[in-house]
């Protein structure tokens, strides 16, 4: 159980990529401070969808960097 829950009332933009679909949970609770969430979205999407490696590449290695930390993903 998270310890600040989610703003369900957030409105949150179409997701095109599984990234942010399985980040949804973490982009609304960061609703609570909508400047922050904003920002978070925006660095995620330049992270994700930018530069030379893959994104399949990245995807994967935000899954593995979760396994070694015990984070569900």
Do not use: W
Request: glycine residues 2%; hydrophobic residues 45%; aromatic residues 6%.
């Amino acid at each position: 159980m998270a310890r600040i829950p989610p703003d369900d009332s957030v409105q949150l933009p179409a997701f095109e990529s599984a990234s942010f679909a399985t980040m949804e949970t973490l982009f609304r609770t960061m609703g609570h401070r909508p400047h922050i969430m904003q920002a978070a979205m925006q660095l995620l999407e330049v992270v994700m969808h930018q530069g030379t490696v893959e994104p399949q590449l990245k995807e994967l290695l935000a899954i593995r960097v979760s396994q070694v930390n015990h984070c569900f993903y």
